[in-house]
């Protein structure tokens, strides 16, 4: 019988510890367990046999740590092998009467992938594959992935065991006792993005005991779909003359485990500390317990690696900042490659108080798919805010889905079979909540009733893919009424009928609306409130207007979303005064006592305009306005060379001096990249071409191959932005290769590497020879905390700089004798 | 009360103990040292208090932390014998000098790792590019967490020793001096830190979450 078929109206009991009675058989600290499988078979099979006598239906195989990072191919196949084997005799050994299956035990790599550690996710699916393959050629019925950390990669695992078998999968976690992965994923993302994978049953084991993880449960039975499963450890452990002891014994386990089971629990097991007496326990609990019904839980979600967003109940806001479409300086960074503007500009939004971004980085001359996995990697290191992608490339669409951690939106789908017979298989395999545009071969429907006629059709198409529709948003489409006056009353209609009839989600780019009229806001925010009272459940809306925040806030105020108002009350007690001056006039209030001052002042050379005065003391908004009423009067290039860079040289001055410290030069730096971004904002907008201010010689930077470290290597990469240095960065932990390569491709006079770890500095070294040979023009300079000009010289390089300041006087020599050549 | 049972059970008897875990509460904040850490000298200390920019993103750095920090240390208490050369035997390979000296008399050694979680992390990112400044507060203030943990331990390590009789040294760790980083290979899982405390290592030997210290601590008679 398939265990998914047995699970349907029986409990399925899973296997206990291993590790403890491993160690009572004789296995020595250090030793790995799977070798066991071939050199004490025997002792494997007299432990397993004993939790099918206890009652188990399901034993691991004793292959938790079996990977590629820890056995080379063939023992790793050898031991799959037997290990499955082993649990193959000692079901048939065991008298036990039960259903009796085998399943394959995937646990963690250990090691931390991408953006926070040092591994690749396709080299940790890679991995996971092979044990699966190897599983699955042994003959396993199901596969069992456990003790995971870490969301992404649980991700990983899945997708191995998916994309390498048809068995049903069961994943399982390790919380905390805050109720959260190590990581940081709440229960809901991690059911999100595995029920969207298509997990065949999901929960948590180890770390805790069965009372500490009832809060984890409950949020699992509230969310999940799927059959829900739990594998806790025998309580807390202590150290009892020199051995572990666990605190919770086998009738009290059972006790606890049975009142989850009466929650609605359907798998139940032991890990750490647990035996067979634990399991027999339980299952002679269970006995007197009704198995509660897996039901579909109508909820929309979407989640990042650390919290699910659900649609349905209050309105969620979608960024449309990161979109290139009529905005110039946008398309400039996408062309420039310019990572960080686009960063830049999902915090802004965050900050504003979006819960989604989109994110749409299509333009014609780019190549879509690889910049889409960059942008999704970069952006989930520094945002927790799930992501909506948005492209009509499929490649690019399927690139970033799998990148992505966690249940991401998809943007979009629509009635045209084409688009739908290539995205809903993603969706399918990756997990999504898909945005469904309600047009289709024939185009745009004027009314109401053909939208709402081609959602109908999208619902049924879905479904063919198993993609149910609370995993649908309709867009209806928004169309601007300057061209058909009648066009918003055919959306609001077209929403409150698929939310209201069909019972599924809408969104809405709503400032399609005033297109082509004046002062769009007003248009934009009436019409966004009258959707929502339709039903509206989400907007893909503009987080600066101040118009259509207002809206929101009123709204959940008034709708009984906001308990006791208090969203409301914190948004609107900290809005902008109404003020009659002009916005730079009364810039300037803070910052005026304090070191900066005395800095500035004590400078032999002190700040000659506001506006230099503005950058030395940081004040990033002043500096801003003040570009930009000088751009009125002067060009670009000149306000950087006669006002930016000699105020950026009297703070670097004061810096060299000691007269000011790290964190002012950064503030200064800040400011001066404002002055920066309104020059490029000028530039772009008048078609100069010209990059914004880059005046000097490219300068390649990177933290070396094997090091993660790079706050060093962003200060300085920051600074020698301000002072015009054209600088790719390349990132950090980055191959020799690499490094060279750009060198190449840039022609670049000046290489910058960073490096905090000694262990890391033969990196460095390998980095400089390779330069040497293909890229003999270059000069190197090395930074960072272990180096010191004996080093640097050890290493080959031609400067040690002890800091950004240091670097930028090298560079500024190096891009004399780049000019003069 | 656990700590003070365990070190007391390994005082007597000359068995490695099993790794034990700690929850502690938030230590006291030393913003001495975060500032330090911060890249502000301490002599220039005073006046950055006074510049209101820098005054508002200490603020900020302070109101983000509460609930992404969790206080976690894993310790096991190691018997200490010696070769013939005069190194001290660990469960991990080493012939550090610098080591030798420091714990030179002792008879036990406390191993542990300390760290505050990932969530630290996932602010510096968040805020290095976005506020600099504030990054810099975020990743000195990282710093200083973690060694006021380090520092909570060691001192309640200390204080159980000194009331049955026993000193403790200056606690030393992998990485530093003539002692190779690539001792956390064979370190951490000794403490079992992977699935207990969520410490990984990468190719190069470093802790992720960053802000988590590996340390030695000799005791002596």
Request: aromatic share 6%; glycine share 8%.
């Given at each position: 019988?398939?265990?998914?078929?047995?699970?349907?109206?029986?409990?399925?009991?899973?296997?206990?510890?291993?590790?403890?009675?491993?160690?009572?058989?004789?296995?020595?600290?250090?030793?790995?367990?799977?070798?066991?499988?071939?050199?004490?078979?025997?002792?494997?099979?007299?432990?397993?046999?004993?939790?099918?006598?206890?009652?188990?239906?399901?034993?691991?195989?004793?292959?938790f740590g079996a990977n590629g990072l820890k056995f080379d191919e063939e023992e790793l196949e050898t031991l799959v092998m037997a290990a499955v084997r082993n649990a193959r005799e000692a079901a048939r050994q065991s008298s036990g009467t039960q259903e009796k299956f085998v399943a394959l035990d995937i646990g963690p790599l250990g090691k931390l992938l991408k953006p926070y550690g040092d591994y690749e996710f396709e080299d940790a699916v890679a991995m996971y594959s092979k044990t699966v393959r190897f599983g699955v050629a042994a003959g396993v019925d199901l596969i069992f992935i456990e003790t995971m950390n870490d969301s992404y990669d649980t991700k990983a695992a899945l997708l191995a065991a998916k994309e390498n078998s048809d068995l049903p999968v069961f994943v399982s976690n390790a919380y905390d006792g805050t109720g959260h992965l190590m990581t940081g994923a709440s229960p809901a993302a991690m059911v999100a993005m595995l029920e969207g994978m298509h997990a065949d049953a999901i929960g948590a084991n180890c770390s805790l005991g069965p009372d500490q993880l009832v809060g984890v449960m409950e949020e699992y039975l509230k969310y999940a779909s799927v059959p829900v499963l739990l594998k806790p450890n025998a309580g807390l452990p202590r150290s009892e003359n020199g051995k572990t002891v666990y605190d919770v014994f086998p009738p009290e386990f059972a006790e606890s485990v049975g009142k989850l089971l009466e929650k609605g629990?359907?798998?139940?097991?032991?890990?750490?500390?647990?035996?067979?007496?634990?399991?027999?326990?339980?299952?002679?609990?269970?006995?007197?317990?009704?198995?509660?019904?897996?039901?579909?839980?109508?909820?929309?979600?979407?989640?990042?690696?650390?919290?699910?967003?659900?649609?349905?109940?209050?309105p969620i806001l979608i960024g449309e900042r990161?979109?290139?479409?009529?905005?110039?300086?946008?398309?400039?960074?996408?062309?420039?490659?310019?990572?960080?503007?686009?960063?830049?500009?999902?915090?802004?939004?965050?900050?504003?108080?979006?819960?989604?971004?989109?994110?749409?980085?299509?333009?014609?001359?780019?190549?879509?798919?690889?910049?889409?996995?960059?942008?999704?990697?970069?952006?989930?290191?520094?945002?927790?805010?799930?992501?909506?992608?948005?492209?009509?490339?499929?490649?690019?669409?399927?690139?970033?889905?799998?990148?992505?951690?966690?249940?991401?939106?998809?943007?979009?789908?629509?009635?045209?079979?084409?688009?739908?017979?290539?995205?809903?298989?993603?969706?399918?395999?990756?997990?999504?909540?898909?945005?469904?545009?309600?047009?289709?071969?024939?185009?745009?429907?004027?009314?109401?009733?053909?939208?709402?006629?081609?959602?109908?059709?999208?619902?049924?198409?879905?479904?063919?893919?198993?993609?149910?529709?609370?995993?649908?948003?309709?867009?209806?489409?928004?169309?601007?009424?300057?061209?058909?006056?009648?066009?918003a009353l055919a959306t609001m209609q077209a929403v409150h009928r698929?939310?209201?009839?069909?019972?599924?989600?809408?969104?809405?780019?709503?400032?399609?609306?005033?297109?082509?009229?004046?002062?769009?806001?007003?248009?934009?925010?009436?019409?966004?409130?009258?959707?929502?009272?339709?039903?509206?459940?989400?907007?893909?809306?503009?987080?600066?207007?101040q118009e259509m925040m207002n809206v929101y806030h009123a709204f959940r105020a008034l709708h009984n979303m906001d308990e006791n108002c208090m969203d409301y009350i914190t948004y609107a007690q900290n809005l902008p005064a109404p003020t009659m001056t002009a916005p730079t006039a009364g810039a300037g209030t803070s910052g005026s006592t304090g070191i900066s001052d005395a800095a500035a002042a004590?400078?032999?050379?002190?700040?000659?305009?506001?506006?230099?005065?503005?950058?030395?003391?940081?004040?990033k908004e002043k500096t801003g306005a003040l570009t930009k009423e000088l751009l009125a009067t002067q060009k670009p290039l000149e306000i950087i060379q006669s006002e930016v860079i000699p105020a950026l040289n009297i703070v670097g001055a004061d810096f060299e001096k000691k007269k000011v410290y790290l964190p002012q030069l950064l503030m200064a730096a800040e400011a001066a990249k404002s002055a920066f971004e309104e020059v490029k904002v000028a530039m772009a907008a008048s078609d100069d071409g010209t990059s914004g201010g880059s005046s000097r010689c490219p300068f390649v930077i990177a933290t070396v191959h094997g090091d993660i470290h790079d706050i060093g290597k962003n200060i300085v990469k920051l600074i020698l932005e301000n002072y015009g240095f054209a600088v790719s960065d390349l990132g950090k932990d980055v191959p020799e290769q690499t490094v060279v390569d750009e060198v190449v491709r840039l022609h670049a006079p000046i290489v910058g590497l960073s490096a905090l770890m000694t262990t890391t500095v033969p990196?460095?070294?390998?980095?400089?020879?390779?330069?040497?040979?293909?890229?003999?023009?270059?000069?190197?300079?090395?930074?960072?905390?272990?180096?010191?000009?004996?080093?640097?010289?050890?290493?080959?390089?031609?400067?040690?700089?002890?800091?950004?300041?240091?670097?930028?006087?090298?560079?500024?020599?190096?891009?004399?004798?780049?000019?003069?050549? | 009360m656990d700590c003070r049972r365990i070190i007391e059970e390994a005082l007597a008897s000359d068995k490695q103990t099993i790794p034990q875990y700690l929850d502690y509460d938030t230590p006291s904040l030393n913003v001495t040292e975060w500032l330090r850490y911060s890249c502000i000298p301490v002599y220039e200390q005073e006046n950055a208090a006074k510049d209101?920019?820098?005054?508002?993103?200490?603020?900020?750095?302070?109101?983000?932390?509460?609930?992404?920090?969790?206080?976690?240390?894993?310790?096991?208490?190691?018997?200490?014998?010696?070769?013939?050369?005069?190194?001290?035997?660990?469960?991990?390979?080493?012939?550090?000098?610098?080591?030798?000296?420091?714990?030179?008399?002792?008879?036990?050694?406390?191993?542990?790792?300390?760290?505050?979680?990932?969530?630290?992390?996932?602010?510096?990112?968040?805020?290095?590019?976005?506020?600099?400044?504030?990054?810099?507060?975020?990743?000195?203030?990282?710093?200083?967490?973690?060694?006021?943990?380090?520092?909570?331990?060691?001192?309640?390590?200390?204080?159980?020793?000194?009331?049955?009789?026993?000193?403790?040294?200056?606690?030393?760790?992998?990485?530093?001096?003539?002692l190779p980083i690539e001792v956390q290979r064979e370190f951490l899982p000794l403490l079992d830190a992977e699935r207990r405390l969520g410490i990984t290592l990468s190719d190069s030997c470093l802790m992720a979450p960053s802000k988590s210290v590996t340390a030695i601590i000799g005791i002596s008679g």
């Amino acid at each position: 019988m398939n265990v998914l078929d047995f699970m349907k109206d029986h409990f399925l009991f899973l296997d206990g510890g291993m590790g403890t009675l491993l160690q009572e058989a004789g296995l020595q600290p250090g030793e790995l367990p799977e070798r066991w499988n071939v050199s004490h078979p025997e002792e494997i099979v007299r432990i397993q046999k004993s939790y099918y006598d206890a009652g188990s239906n399901v034993v691991l195989s004793n292959t938790f740590g079996a990977n590629g990072l820890k056995f080379d191919e063939e023992e790793l196949e050898t031991l799959v092998m037997a290990a499955v084997r082993n649990a193959r005799e000692a079901a048939r050994q065991s008298s036990g009467t039960q259903e009796k299956f085998v399943a394959l035990d995937i646990g963690p790599l250990g090691k931390l992938l991408k953006p926070y550690g040092d591994y690749e996710f396709e080299d940790a699916v890679a991995m996971y594959s092979k044990t699966v393959r190897f599983g699955v050629a042994a003959g396993v019925d199901l596969i069992f992935i456990e003790t995971m950390n870490d969301s992404y990669d649980t991700k990983a695992a899945l997708l191995a065991a998916k994309e390498n078998s048809d068995l049903p999968v069961f994943v399982s976690n390790a919380y905390d006792g805050t109720g959260h992965l190590m990581t940081g994923a709440s229960p809901a993302a991690m059911v999100a993005m595995l029920e969207g994978m298509h997990a065949d049953a999901i929960g948590a084991n180890c770390s805790l005991g069965p009372d500490q993880l009832v809060g984890v449960m409950e949020e699992y039975l509230k969310y999940a779909s799927v059959p829900v499963l739990l594998k806790p450890n025998a309580g807390l452990p202590r150290s009892e003359n020199g051995k572990t002891v666990y605190d919770v014994f086998p009738p009290e386990f059972a006790e606890s485990v049975g009142k989850l089971l009466e929650k609605g629990i359907r798998i139940a097991g032991g890990c750490c500390g647990t035996t067979p007496d634990y399991i027999r326990a339980v299952v002679e609990k269970s006995k007197t317990i009704t198995p509660v019904p897996v039901t579909e839980k109508e909820l929309s979600l979407v989640s990042s690696y650390t919290h699910a967003v659900e649609f349905g109940g209050s309105p969620i806001l979608i960024g449309e900042r990161i979109n290139p479409t009529g905005k110039k300086r946008f398309q400039q960074a996408l062309r420039e490659n310019d990572i960080d503007y686009i960063l830049g500009e999902a915090l802004k939004q965050q900050d504003a108080g979006v819960q989604l971004l989109d994110v749409n980085v299509g333009l014609p001359e780019i190549d879509e798919p690889a910049f889409l996995l960059r942008a999704v990697q970069e952006l989930q290191a520094v945002t927790d805010l799930p992501l909506q992608l948005d492209t009509t490339d499929p490649v690019a669409m399927e690139a970033g889905l799998r990148a992505y951690n966690g249940k991401a939106m998809v943007n979009s789908v629509n009635g045209k079979e084409e688009v739908m017979s290539v995205i809903f298989p993603l969706v399918a395999k990756y997990g999504g909540f898909v945005v469904a545009l309600t047009l289709d071969e024939g185009g745009i429907p004027d009314t109401a009733e053909e939208r709402v006629a081609i959602a109908e059709k999208i619902v049924k198409r879905a479904a063919d893919y198993g993609i149910s529709k609370k995993d649908l948003i309709f867009d209806p489409l928004a169309m601007t009424i300057s061209a058909d006056t009648t066009a918003a009353l055919a959306t609001m209609q077209a929403v409150h009928r698929i939310r209201h009839e069909l019972k599924v989600n809408t969104s809405l780019g709503i400032s399609n609306v005033s297109f082509g009229l004046p002062n769009r806001n007003i248009i934009t925010s009436t019409f966004f409130a009258l959707c929502l009272q339709d039903g509206l459940s989400a907007a893909i809306m503009n987080p600066y207007s101040q118009e259509m925040m207002n809206v929101y806030h009123a709204f959940r105020a008034l709708h009984n979303m906001d308990e006791n108002c208090m969203d409301y009350i914190t948004y609107a007690q900290n809005l902008p005064a109404p003020t009659m001056t002009a916005p730079t006039a009364g810039a300037g209030t803070s910052g005026s006592t304090g070191i900066s001052d005395a800095a500035a002042a004590s400078s032999g050379e002190g700040p000659s305009s506001e506006l230099q005065k503005a950058i030395v003391r940081g004040l990033k908004e002043k500096t801003g306005a003040l570009t930009k009423e000088l751009l009125a009067t002067q060009k670009p290039l000149e306000i950087i060379q006669s006002e930016v860079i000699p105020a950026l040289n009297i703070v670097g001055a004061d810096f060299e001096k000691k007269k000011v410290y790290l964190p002012q030069l950064l503030m200064a730096a800040e400011a001066a990249k404002s002055a920066f971004e309104e020059v490029k904002v000028a530039m772009a907008a008048s078609d100069d071409g010209t990059s914004g201010g880059s005046s000097r010689c490219p300068f390649v930077i990177a933290t070396v191959h094997g090091d993660i470290h790079d706050i060093g290597k962003n200060i300085v990469k920051l600074i020698l932005e301000n002072y015009g240095f054209a600088v790719s960065d390349l990132g950090k932990d980055v191959p020799e290769q690499t490094v060279v390569d750009e060198v190449v491709r840039l022609h670049a006079p000046i290489v910058g590497l960073s490096a905090l770890m000694t262990t890391t500095v033969p990196a460095m070294e390998e980095t400089i020879k390779l330069l040497r040979e293909q890229a003999p023009w270059a000069k190197v300079c090395v930074g960072g905390a272990v180096l010191t000009q004996e080093y640097a010289d050890a290493i080959g390089a031609d400067r040690y700089c002890r800091d950004a300041m240091e670097t930028v006087r090298y560079a500024e020599e190096i891009d004399e004798e780049w000019k003069k050549s | 009360m656990d700590c003070r049972r365990i070190i007391e059970e390994a005082l007597a008897s000359d068995k490695q103990t099993i790794p034990q875990y700690l929850d502690y509460d938030t230590p006291s904040l030393n913003v001495t040292e975060w500032l330090r850490y911060s890249c502000i000298p301490v002599y220039e200390q005073e006046n950055a208090a006074k510049d209101p920019e820098i005054a508002a993103s200490m603020e900020a750095a302070l109101s983000l932390i509460p609930g992404a920090l969790s206080f976690r240390v894993g310790f096991c208490v190691v018997p200490l014998s010696w070769d013939e050369d005069g190194f001290p035997v660990f469960p991990f390979a080493q012939r550090s000098e610098k080591l030798r000296k420091n714990i030179l008399g002792c008879d036990r050694a406390v191993l542990f790792a300390a760290t505050i979680g990932s969530g630290i992390d996932r602010l510096i990112r968040r805020y290095e590019k976005a506020d600099p400044k504030l990054g810099l507060l975020l990743q000195g203030l990282g710093a200083e967490r973690v060694e006021s943990l380090c520092d909570a331990f060691n001192g309640e390590v200390s204080e159980i020793c000194k009331e049955n009789g026993r000193e403790t040294r200056m606690r030393f760790s992998p990485g530093y001096g003539d002692l190779p980083i690539e001792v956390q290979r064979e370190f951490l899982p000794l403490l079992d830190a992977e699935r207990r405390l969520g410490i990984t290592l990468s190719d190069s030997c470093l802790m992720a979450p960053s802000k988590s210290v590996t340390a030695i601590i000799g005791i002596s008679g």
